[in-house]
């Protein structure tokens, strides 16, 4: 099963995190299908590829909570 979920990144207290497209049995961290956008907390900037990610729930991935949160407030 596909997923869409948060790859992290950065340093002790400054995380930043990847949404990336990933086979729900591997790591955190191991690498990635797809990248499909990032989410800085500390700026609290988000970019996201809505076009990708949409494409990608249609065939079957599935969104974290954390993700769907992200989208729904860079949608509204």
Not at 6 to 13: D, M
Not at 54 to 68: C, I
Request: charged share 35%; hydrophobic share 35%.
């Amino acid at each position: 099963m596909l997923k869409i979920r948060l790859k992290k990144l950065g340093r002790k207290k400054q995380p930043f995190y990847r949404i990336i497209l990933i086979d729900s049995r591997k790591k955190r961290d191991s690498k990635a299908i797809e990248e499909l956008g990032y989410y800085n907390p500390i700026k609290k900037s988000i970019q996201l590829d809505i076009k990708k990610i949409q494409y990608q729930k249609q065939t079957g991935a599935v969104l974290t909570k954390t993700v769907q949160n992200l989208l729904q407030k860079n949608i509204v």
